[in-house]
């Protein structure tokens, strides 16, 4: 079957951008079709990039530039204070949120960045552009989507209602809560929602200057509608969000309520609303991820509430899993059981976030703790979770080799581990280079220096004999977790196999030509790009 495009994205927000740069991390190009000419800066949305999605940006070679664009620089502040009001009294504090730090971090290749979503997807757009690997169909959706056996149909309508017709061998989901693609493999969402709706308010106030201090978030638990804001850049942008206040519509009732968050009569409030936007916290997961052909990304499979800002980066980590594993398969090395592995490692990780946001909804809104201790431990874990940013494991997936669980991992504490699925644990090599950025765009095994074994010549030649990429990375033991033992590395970071002998490695396993349950994808044909 000839088909005209590898891969058809469909949306091309967060979710939709992120696939198509880890697909052209690895060569591969897509047609990315989305409504939108241009990113709306009026609604910031996520606010936080987590430590990992921007080691995810490392390896796509954009953490600087997404350093260089982001205003609130964690230099300036690591702090979220919880106070009567932002011109009041303090009440508790966190330090070191969201894994903010001004200094390198030993377990990470990167630290966390508060920066505006629209701003990372400007970034990313134009990086993709860059790539010249993306073909962009801006101010166009997607009206019908049909699965065949060996290719998807695509209808496309354009800006002028004019339809166009696209065969792809993969299509990805990047569509949201009301994804049409969702709706055309016959999955669904199930799961609860909150049973009041929240406003979010952008709003410059230029003189604004909270007397408790710089920084990232503000929770005024003292005002008659208690909520949260915090600065978008420091030129007087801010945003607000209210807890319950999702039918009010009046700006000028608006104003007043953040003049409240704020501690200002509403006289001495010089501020000017931008936008508002009524939101119902969902706690939602798709009882499947995929079909044959058809891969649901970010909230097209998942909705969770913002508290604890893991809902952008949960989709980054849908879009690297599925982009690399996709591009194995069209590349000609991946099997069919790559992709059925990929609900696999997602599902569970979303089922976690979900939990965990839910956990933090409970803690926050009109039933809001008001005092030191009960603030300390009820909302800790919505400031402190690298144990679910990064301790999540893809342990016992069908792609990874046999191996235990981390059965202490908990939301809040990382343990780096080198059990098959952690995320291989960091090491830096010197003070500006990180062990992840030795690591190929395939796999790759860390060798114990000056190992070099029959064993490993063994490997390197059966990956050649299967197309197989593979980089041997020279490391000291500390970077293996023990003198002589190898660690087989996946393109996304995350540990295939771990043992003293390569030789014991199934490639049949981790590249997914074993225990699949459907037919095999169908050969690439020759000369497609």
């Not at 979010?200 to 909520?227: E, I, K, M, Q, S």
């Not at 609303?273 to 706690?283: K, N």
């Not at 609900?343 to 965990?356: G, N, P």
Request: glycine letters at 8%.
């Amino acid at each position: 079957m000839n088909f005209d495009h590898d891969v058809v994205i469909v949306g091309g927000g967060p979710s939709g951008l992120a696939t198509a740069a880890e697909l052209a991390h690895h060569g591969i190009a897509s047609v990315l079709i989305e409504p939108r000419t241009s990113v709306a800066h009026d609604r910031p949305r996520a606010k936080t990039t987590s430590i990992r999605t921007m080691e995810h940006f490392r390896r796509w070679g954009i953490a600087h530039a997404i350093r260089d664009r982001a205003e609130i620089k964690p230099a300036w502040s690591q702090r979220v204070v919880f106070c009567d009001n932002a011109n009041g009294s303090i009440i508790t504090e966190f330090d070191h949120a969201f894994g903010l730090s001004a200094e390198p971090l030993d377990f990470a290749a990167e630290t966390s960045q508060q920066i505006p979503q629209p701003v990372v997807e400007d970034v990313l757009r134009e990086h993709l552009l860059d790539t010249g690997l993306v073909d962009f169909r801006l101010g166009c959706r997607v009206i019908a989507i049909i699965e065949h056996d060996e290719f998807v149909h695509v209808t496309v309508e354009g800006s002028n209602a004019a339809e166009e017709a696209l065969t792809a061998r993969f299509v990805i989901g990047c569509d949201g809560g009301w994804s049409p693609t969702r709706e055309s493999i016959g999955a669904s969402l199930s799961g609860t929602s909150a049973p009041h709706a929240n406003l979010n308010v952008v709003f410059t106030a230029p003189r604004l200057r909270p007397a408790v201090g710089d920084a990232v978030h503000y929770w005024a638990v003292g005002a008659a509608t208690p909520g949260a804001l915090g600065p978008l850049d420091h030129a007087g942008r801010w945003w607000a969000s209210l807890a319950a206040a999702g039918d009010i519509t009046d700006p000028a009732q608006v104003k007043r309520l953040i003049a409240d968050l704020v501690g200002l009569p509403e006289t001495d409030f010089d501020a000017e609303i931008h936008s508002m936007d009524a939101w119902t916290p969902r706690m939602l997961l798709a009882d499947r991820f995929a079909s044959q052909r058809v891969f649901l990304v970010g909230e097209s499979a998942h909705l969770n509430p913002p508290f604890g800002g893991h809902g952008f980066n949960t989709c980054v980590g849908d879009a690297v899993n599925i982009g690399w594993k996709l591009a194995a398969v069209i590349a000609g090395w991946g099997g069919r059981g790559l992709l059925e592995s990929y609900e696999h490692e997602r599902r569970h990780i979303a089922q976690e976030t979900i939990e965990s946001a839910a956990t933090n909804l409970r803690a926050s809104g009109l039933a809001i703790a008001r005092t030191p201790g009960a603030l300390q431990e009820t909302k800790a874990e919505e400031f402190y979770s690298l144990g679910l940013v990064l301790g999540y494991s893809y342990a016992q997936s069908p792609v990874v080799a046999t191996g235990p669980t981390d059965a202490d991992r908990d939301v809040r504490h990382y343990r780096p581990s080198f059990v098959p699925g952690a995320r291989l644990p960091h090491r830096w090599m010197d003070p500006n280079r990180s062990l992840y950025d030795l690591l190929g765009k395939g796999y790759s095994l860390l060798i114990p220096h000056g190992d070099e074994s029959a064993a490993v010549s063994s490997l390197v030649q059966e990956c050649r004999r299967r197309s197989i990429p593979l980089s041997l990375v020279p490391v000291t033991p500390a970077a293996t977790g023990a003198p002589g033992q190898f660690v087989l590395v996946r393109p996304d970071q995350h540990i295939a196999w771990v043992g003293r002998d390569p030789t014991e490695i199934d490639l049949r396993v981790v590249s997914g030509h074993l225990n699949t349950t459907a037919k095999p994808v169908t050969d690439r044909p020759a000369g497609r790009a």
